[in-house]
């Protein structure tokens, strides 16, 4: 399948972290490349997202949402850095 | 800069009207929208009468302040959500909108009095987003050159035609995939890096960079652009496709 970038989950993201977070910086946890999470490969299906380190292919997040929950793995990110909230909260 | 920040929303459509023989503009009034940042998405949630729901990204034709929410969706053949919004949904209908989205596909004002110009470049409706931009920018006190290029497949493709074409601020460059207007002494034919190179602001000029269009779109031209010589964080894209 064709895959997009992160700013495809953008909405699925925003539900997660109550914002949009398309310009968080993530670390990839197996070969530590930095990206804005806009520009990070992006698997959308109708079960759900998974998103991967451009260079290296790792997983670096599964979101999947259900009637009844959302299931997040992020085990593939050693970090993540958000810039604070203009609002101070 | 301070941008929207993004929650759910309910939506009454205000008008449809075709926006080329496969795709249609959609206006929705969003009493609690905050506005439009140009170039930014929305994911539209539909919910059918037994509970299911489809949620599905298209980008955002306003821009600026105001409640009025105006998308242009193409219809993806075999789709799930387009064919309904394009063909069945109706004035007065209820959907449900999650935005803004997209912070880092953005453009706002720049309060630089010398700006970096700006180059635009769509792949089909990819165009969305940045003649959202383009129309910003043509409100704005923000002196930056703009500049699109917008590869699409035939005449009667174009998406924002008039729009486009009333653009003062904006120079605009159309290339025909599939077939060519009458006395346009370009083939039709895909995009070429030559092309690329003469139709958009060279790297010397350091422009700030917007690709949206389809993966293969996005990617081919990413490539060339960085080749050329541009500056990777300079580039922004954002790709389509996929699920429909």
């Known amino acids: ?89 | 800069m301070t941008l929207r920040r993004t929650a759910w929303h309910r939506a009454t459509v205000v008008s449809v009207a075709a926006e080329t023989a496969t795709a249609r503009r959609i206006e929705l009034e969003v009493p609690t929208w905050p506005g439009n940042d140009a170039g930014s998405h929305v994911d539209i949630r539909l919910t059918a009468p037994d509970g299911y729901q489809a949620t599905r990204s298209y980008s955002v034709a306003s821009s600026g302040p105001g409640t009025r929410l105006v998308l242009a969706v193409d219809e993806v053949a075999d789709g799930e959500v387009s064919p309904f919004l394009v063909r069945v949904l109706a004035v007065g209908d209820p959907v449900e909108v999650h935005g803004p989205l997209g912070r880092f596909f953005v453009w706002t004002p720049s309060a630089d009095p010398d700006p970096a110009p700006v180059q635009l470049v769509a792949g089909g409706s990819g165009v969305v987003p940045l003649y959202a931009m383009a129309a910003a920018h043509e409100r704005s006190d923000d002196g930056s050159e703009f500049r699109l290029l917008y590869s699409v497949r035939t005449p009667d493709d174009v998406f924002f035609r008039r729009e486009l074409a009333a653009l003062r601020r904006t120079r605009v460059d159309l290339v025909h995939t599939r077939s060519a207007p009458e006395g346009d002494r370009r083939p039709p034919r895909r995009l070429v890096r030559e092309e690329l190179d003469r139709l958009t602001l060279g790297p010397a000029l350091a422009p700030r960079i917007f690709v949206c269009g389809s993966t293969p779109f996005v990617e081919t031209v990413s490539r060339w652009l960085l080749e050329a010589g541009h500056a990777p964080a300079a580039v922004r894209t954002e790709r389509f496709g996929g699920s429909a």
């Open chain 1, 1 to 89: 399948m064709t895959h997009l970038d992160g700013n495809a989950c953008a909405g699925a993201l925003s539900d997660l972290f109550g914002d949009d977070v398309t310009l968080a910086l993530g670390r990839c946890a197996g070969c530590g490349h930095d990206a804005v999470l806009a520009e990070v490969v992006a698997y959308v299906t109708a079960m759900g997202t998974v998103l991967r380190c451009a260079p290296c292919q790792a997983v670096l997040a599964v979101l999947v949402t259900t009637a009844s929950e959302r299931v997040v793995d992020l085990t593939g990110l050693s970090s993540l850095r958000l810039a604070a909230p203009a609002d101070g909260g």
